[in-house]
């Protein structure tokens, strides 16, 4: 097995190129597009057949303020406002430096997707995600992540910009001063292949798919379903480690309590917003579903038998049907009926009296009638009415949120808290902004860093290299 960074003292690399970026998700198409538009050459080397990573998994919505599309819809939003939103679900246990600056660009990166690369973002409406005090969801028409990667990797085909697919990253070669001269890759076959470059961006995302990893940093997911990209194994950690740099947050991550079950598709937690509960096999409530899903996640796993119910009825329905993903659910056979809650009970095989008093005690929270024990508000949103919808959903790991640590230029900071030369990191491979576990993480935060750090990595390691004579591959 290489070792994964070598020196590069008298390392001939059979191909050069400025700027090489490692991971084909959102983080690394931005970042591709990004020094494109810079002036620099770029390579774009991905593990899978396609480039899709988690982003595909994803309902592939952006959070960014002060866009075109806010200022349509009238939307008042700023940088301060966006970035003490995340702070605020962060309990301030993150980097503020790094907050203001994903909030600072997220807004021109939107535009810039839309104007000059024709990828189609629209406001989402109609509802707020928990944390959010704005509307500033930005995703295709689809809601879906699938869409957005498919999109964003058209855009790189149409700058010219070469992906090298099944292509599995293996070594880092580094100079003694710090500089990262080139990498190994190796094919399906197992042959191996260099190349030398100016500048390297890591947008290889987390270690969700490598269970030891998981276990070991990550110990209440252990076991836990993923619901992330297989190929998310930690390389950026592994790499980092062996390069002495800096990394934190590593035990953060982003949980979902809403995943099908046994179908393995994500429910839009919107409907739980919007006036949806969840009930355990009980046909009891156990937590305030407002407080945010990821941390939902873990409280769904804790239920009997690791499930929980969305329960739901003919108005969220119709919002569900906005999401592709629910509408997989729904051709999946995933959604029961019920005209009264005894109907809905048997259909999902709950007790019939606990669900009768579960709603009917939402309701009376919703009438102002009543406090809810666990301290949410239901009083901003019609009380659930019949027919009623139900969906058997688990808990699940989507992606981890601890990983390098940058700078607000997107470079790689060693332990002294020096920067590396030409290393850059974003997305998952970047320590994020969610603070150091579940609970930080605010609606949206994963493809914030991805898009946003993804625009700066490119940028600035166009910037250094962009009149490189290098060769091209």
């Not at 500033?136 to 090298?164: D, F, K, N």
């Not at 001063?177 to 390297?200: K, Q």
């Not at 950026?236 to 809403?258: E, I, N, P």
């Not at 937590?287 to 003919?314: C, K, L, M, T």
Request: hydrophobic letters at 45%; aromatic letters at 6%.
């Amino acid at each position: 097995m290489n070792a994964p960074v070598v020196s590069a003292a008298g390392k001939i690399f059979e191909h050069r190129v400025p700027v090489v970026i490692v991971g084909g998700g959102a983080c690394g198409l931005v970042a591709a597009l990004s020094a494109r538009d810079a002036g620099a050459d770029v390579l774009v080397l991905e593990r899978d057949p396609l480039p899709q990573g988690s982003t595909a998994l994803s309902s592939g919505m952006i959070p960014a303020c002060g866009t075109a599309e806010q200022a349509v819809k009238g939307i008042e939003d700023s940088v301060a406002v966006m970035s003490a939103d995340i702070l605020a679900k962060a309990h301030g246990e993150t980097d503020r430096r790094i907050v203001e600056a994903v909030c600072r660009e997220s807004g021109p990166a939107v535009n810039w997707l839309s104007e000059r690369h024709g990828i189609d973002l629209t406001l989402v409406e109609g509802f707020l995600y928990p944390g959010h005090s704005r509307l500033r969801m930005h995703a295709p028409a689809s809601r879906s992540g699938a869409e957005l990667i498919g999109a964003l990797a058209r855009a790189v085909e149409a700058a010219g910009i070469p992906i090298l697919t099944d292509a599995r990253v293996t070594t880092l070669f580094a100079g003694q001063d710090g500089h990262l001269r080139g990498l190994s890759f190796v094919r399906p076959n197992e042959t191996e292949e260099t190349v030398g470059c100016g500048a390297l961006i890591l947008a290889c995302n987390g270690f969700g798919g490598n269970p030891e990893m998981v276990a070991r940093l990550i110990p209440e997911m252990a076991g836990a379903m993923y619901f992330g990209h297989r190929g998310n194994q930690g390389d950026a950690v592994v790499w980092g480690q062996a390069l002495g740099a800096a990394m934190a947050d590593l035990a953060s991550y982003q949980g979902h309590g809403s995943v099908a079950h046994p179908h393995g598709i994500l429910v839009s937690w919107a409907l739980m917003m919007e006036g949806g509960v969840q009930v355990n096999a009980l046909g009891r409530r156990f937590s305030n579903e407002h407080d945010g899903y990821s941390e939902q996640g873990r409280r769904v796993i804790a239920q009997p038998g690791g499930v929980a119910w969305d329960v739901y009825d003919e108005r969220l329905h119709r919002l569900g049907m906005e999401f592709e993903d629910y509408r997989q659910a729904q051709a999946a056979g995933a959604i029961r009926e019920g005209n009264t809650p005894a109907e809905l009970a048997g259909a999902c095989g709950l007790p019939e009296a606990a669900l009768a008093q579960t709603l009917s005690e939402a309701a009376a929270c919703a009438d102002g009638k009543a406090v809810d024990a666990f301290g949410r508000d239901f009083a901003a949103k019609p009380p659930l009415a019949p027919p009623y919808r139900a969906i058997k959903v688990t808990g699940a790991l989507f992606h981890t949120q601890g990983g390098l640590v940058v700078d607000e230029h997107a470079r790689v900071l060693r332990g002294n808290g020096t920067a590396f030369p030409n290393l850059f990191a974003g997305g998952g491979a970047a320590r994020g902004v969610s603070g150091p576990s579940d609970w930080g993480y605010l609606s949206g935060n994963g493809l914030l860093t991805a898009v946003s750090l993804g625009r700066i990595a490119g940028r600035e390691a166009a910037s250094i290299y962009k009149s490189s004579n290098d060769e091209v591959i």
